[in-house]
């Protein structure tokens, strides 16, 4: 299949470069959860960084063990003070809830089920869970269902990858990149495995030079960095008479 690919994602240069300096593409799965528990995961490490979520999750665990995670119906009973005790936020746990009732009431289906839906239809599904955005479900869609044409236009990696391969002063727009990354299809997740392998290049200096003219895209305007007041300093109006 990833033979198949490369013939296409090989019609364009940039890619095609980057492919030989890449390698074959490793994307496969990550980890193989019921989606209740996969959200669950995810939903806790948000904004955490890697270590605290696990710490958090292996508390979350052991309050129900000796299951290896606890069941939808499960977490919806627990107490909110039980859940803060583990390291969640009040946030965390109005998410956690939500999607406990959304796999209940089979708005998240069980795996089985979710294989049979496309991927707009599991977009649509899972991000009206509270907490859940795009971005989330498509990691799932890449690494848990192995979708072939999945392209997460608002991943940084996947947008500075571009720059970096196609010679880009700046980031392209998610509109941009996926206006782009049409020729890519059907094999998108492919491509974004690859521009997320342009960093890694990018940083050991193995990086293939763009030898194209950077496309005619658009690309987001930095940020202005905001002007700091200049402190004045008070007069004392009676000390200065």
Same mark, same amino acid.
């Given at each position: 299949?990833? #033979?198949?690919?490369?013939?296409?994602?090989?019609?364009?240069?940039?890619?095609?470069?980057?492919?030989?300096?890449?390698?074959?593409? @490793? $994307?496969?799965?990550?980890?193989?959860?019921?989606?209740?528990?996969?959200?669950?995961?995810?939903?806790?490490?948000?904004?955490?960084?890697?270590?605290?979520? *696990?710490?958090?999750?292996? #508390?979350?665990?052991?309050?129900?063990?000796?299951? /290896?995670?606890?069941?939808?119906?499960?977490?919806?009973?627990?107490?909110?003070?039980?859940? *803060?005790?583990?390291?969640?936020?009040?946030? +965390?746990?109005?998410?956690? +809830? %939500?999607?406990?009732?959304?796999?209940?009431?089979?708005?998240?289906?069980?795996?089985?089920?979710?294989?049979?839906?496309? %991927?707009?239809?599991?977009?649509? *599904?899972?991000?009206?869970?509270?907490?859940?955005? #795009?971005?989330?479900?498509?990691?799932?869609?890449?690494?848990?269902?192995?979708?072939?044409?999945?392209?997460?236009? %608002? %991943?940084?990696?996947?947008?500075?990858?571009?720059?970096?391969?196609?010679?880009?002063?700046?980031?392209?727009?998610? *509109?941009?990149?996926?206006?782009?990354?049409?020729?890519? @299809?059907?094999?998108? /997740?492919?491509?974004?495995?690859? $521009?997320?392998?342009?960093?890694?290049?990018? #940083? $050991?200096?193995?990086?293939?030079?763009?030898?194209?003219?950077?496309?005619?895209? !658009?690309?987001?305007?930095?940020? !202005? =960095? =905001?002007?700091? +007041? +200049?402190?004045?300093?008070?007069?004392?109006?009676?000390?200065?008479?």
């Amino acid at each position: 299949m990833h #033979r198949h690919a490369h013939r296409i994602l090989k019609a364009d240069p940039v890619m095609a470069a980057l492919i030989k300096a890449a390698g074959p593409c @490793k $994307l496969g799965q990550r980890e193989n959860h019921e989606p209740f528990e996969a959200l669950a995961r995810a939903i806790a490490h948000q904004q955490l960084h890697g270590a605290a979520a *696990r710490n958090i999750l292996g #508390r979350l665990v052991a309050l129900f063990a000796p299951q /290896s995670f606890p069941s939808p119906q499960q977490l919806l009973d627990a107490a909110d003070a039980q859940l *803060r005790s583990v390291g969640f936020s009040f946030s +965390k746990i109005a998410a956690l +809830k %939500d999607l406990a009732r959304k796999t209940l009431d089979g708005t998240v289906p069980p795996a089985a089920e979710l294989h049979a839906l496309t %991927d707009l239809e599991i977009i649509e *599904r899972l991000t009206s869970v509270r907490g859940i955005g #795009r971005w989330t479900v498509e990691m799932m869609l890449m690494f848990q269902l192995e979708r072939r044409d999945v392209l997460p236009v %608002d %991943d940084f990696g996947v947008r500075n990858g571009f720059r970096l391969a196609y010679g880009l002063r700046a980031m392209p727009t998610p *509109r941009a990149l996926a206006e782009f990354g049409a020729r890519w @299809k059907p094999y998108r /997740s492919i491509a974004s495995w690859y $521009l997320w392998r342009a960093v890694d290049l990018s #940083r $050991l200096a193995r990086l293939p030079p763009c030898q194209t003219r950077p496309p005619r895209i !658009a690309t987001a305007k930095p940020r !202005a =960095k =905001k002007k700091k +007041k +200049k402190k004045t300093k008070s007069v004392n109006r009676r000390a200065s008479r």
